[in-house]
């Protein structure tokens, strides 16, 4: 005997298959007899209205709708070594942009090796700053530009930031350089305050 307290109309049935699948398609199921529902009929007009129990009608939508796929494991492109400040202080002066090369802590970091701390990035290809940014986690961040594939990068450079400071930090510099894939639809000149900064780390 069905607990008619546990009757719902289908807008009240807040199962997320529900929410997700929708109440045209659960409908449409209906009208077709495939999914549990209880049907309301006025004995003098005869109408009839489609009543649900939320609970029964999430567990048919999660046998019938999901397929579980197991995922498979792909091979990493980058391999990770720790970041060493001595090591990777060793800049290859052949590969470093012009603009770069007046940066006092400037650190480089293999392509193929990526591990670095908090800071701005710059990714770059023939001596040419291609693109900035900041991360809290260069590793993941620059192994997300590799396996994306969008941006084309043969060096990798850095300068140690601390988090509260990168917004300002990344943005006065990408003012400054204009990098290509940073560049908006907007050409945002350079500040007084950018050249400032600049300044600051060539000093």
């Not at 009757?7 to 077709?32: A, F, M, P, Q």
């Not at 400040?85 to 603009?99: A, G, I, M, N, S």
Request: neutral net charge.
């Amino acid at each position: 005997m069905i607990d008619t307290n546990k009757l719902r109309i289908l807008s009240d049935c807040k199962g997320r298959l529900t929410r997700i699948i929708g109440e045209e398609k659960i409908l449409e199921l209906v009208k077709n007899g495939n999914c549990p529902h209880y049907v309301l009929t006025d004995p003098i007009t005869q109408e009839k209205q489609f009543l649900f129990v939320s609970g029964e009608l999430e567990e048919w939508l999660r046998n019938n709708y999901i397929e579980v796929k197991d995922g498979y494991f792909f091979e990493q492109k980058l391999t990770f070594v720790t970041f060493d400040e001595y090591k990777h202080r060793e800049v290859d002066p052949l590969t470093v942009p012009k603009e770069l090369s007046f940066i006092k802590d400037l650190y480089q970091l293999p392509v193929q090796n990526v591990f670095g701390p908090c800071g701005i990035y710059f990714l770059c290809k023939d001596r040419i700053i291609k693109y900035i940014g900041k991360s809290v986690d260069i590793i993941n961040r620059v192994n997300t530009h590799y396996n994306e594939g969008k941006k084309e990068f043969t060096e990798i450079f850095f300068i140690p930031c601390a988090a509260n400071a990168q917004d300002r930090l990344e943005n006065a510099l990408i003012r400054y350089y204009n990098p290509e894939y940073n560049q908006t639809s907007v050409n945002v000149k350079p500040r007084k305050k950018d050249f400032e900064i600049v300044e600051a780390l060539q000093s």
